[in-house]
């Protein structure tokens, strides 16, 4: 079992940034990839970025250049950078883990947190 616990969202201005952790505790060592998605108002929830333990990122492209995601496997932190904000960012973001147990795989989802960019 795994918890996520998310901070760091918030209302910024255009061109801000806004930094956000993902603190995981219970069966962290079966985490295999975590990442962080995004719901914008409307819109289906969209893959933004994830970080495999293999330490490999992948990035949708609208995010490519803007944000970055890392971890910190002492603290079982992962974090989203995110810069040079766009309005087109404002979402509900929320982090993923995802974790297996033999051939079982299970997935783990933050409570949300809210990211408004404004003009």
């Known amino acids: 079992q795994v918890q996520l616990v998310e901070s760091g969202g918030g209302l910024v201005q255009a061109g801000g940034s806004l930094r956000l952790s993902c603190a995981a505790s219970?069966?962290?060592?079966?985490?295999?990839?975590s990442g962080w998605y995004r719901q914008a108002p409307g819109k289906q929830r969209e893959l933004v970025a994830i970080i495999p333990t293999d330490g490999s990122t992948d990035y949708a492209d609208s995010v490519k250049g803007r944000f970055t995601i890392s971890r910190d496997n002492v603290k079982n932190t992962v974090y989203l950078q995110m810069n040079s904000l766009k309005p087109e960012d404002t979402a509900v973001y929320y982090c993923y883990a995802g974790s297996s147990r033999g051939p079982v795989f299970s997935s783990h989802w933050g409570q949300g947190t809210q990211v408004i960019v404004s003009s």
């Open positions: 219970g069966n962290t060592f079966s985490i295999s990839a």
